[in-house]
């Protein structure tokens, strides 16, 4: 099992949620007919991570860092994505209290096009 992004394997996140992203234009006819027209979909990777070490976080910073395109793939029991071009996007981080401070935020990857 494992969520490769550019050459960081990542940590399992808690939660990976998938969706679609798509430019359109519905138009409405006089007669009531409804069409739409689709230019273009795109996916969008939601994974929410907790209770990261500093060294994990440091790691998928480096790749947010780079402000570039990245490959975001994943291989898991059920669960295939094949190498796909996104965008990083790197939501508020959260502290948690303890022995060692750890880390909990999201990160949105966004497909390119």
């Given at each position: 099992?494992?969520?490769?992004?550019?050459?960081?394997?990542?940590?399992?996140?808690?939660?990976?949620?998938?969706?679609?992203?798509?430019?359109?234009s519905?138009?409405l006819?006089?007669?009531?007919?409804?069409?739409?027209?689709?230019?273009?979909?795109?996916?969008r990777?939601?994974?929410?991570?907790q209770?990261?070490?500093p060294?994990?976080?440091?790691?998928i910073?480096?790749?947010y860092?780079a402000?570039?395109?990245k490959?975001?793939?994943?291989?898991?029991?059920n669960?295939?994505?094949?190498?796909?071009?996104?965008?990083?996007e790197?939501?508020?981080?959260?502290?948690?209290?303890?022995?060692?401070?750890?880390?909990?935020?999201?990160?949105?990857?966004t497909?390119?096009?």
């Amino acid at each position: 099992m494992s969520y490769v992004l550019g050459a960081t394997t990542l940590p399992n996140p808690k939660s990976l949620f998938r969706e679609f992203v798509e430019t359109s234009s519905e138009n409405l006819s006089l007669q009531g007919r409804t069409t739409k027209d689709v230019f273009n979909r795109k996916e969008r990777f939601i994974l929410k991570f907790q209770n990261l070490t500093p060294a994990q976080v440091s790691n998928i910073l480096s790749e947010y860092n780079a402000e570039t395109t990245k490959n975001f793939s994943s291989t898991e029991t059920n669960l295939t994505i094949a190498a796909t071009p996104v965008h990083i996007e790197f939501t508020m981080r959260n502290y948690m209290k303890g022995d060692s401070y750890r880390s909990e935020f999201t990160l949105i990857l966004t497909e390119e096009i």
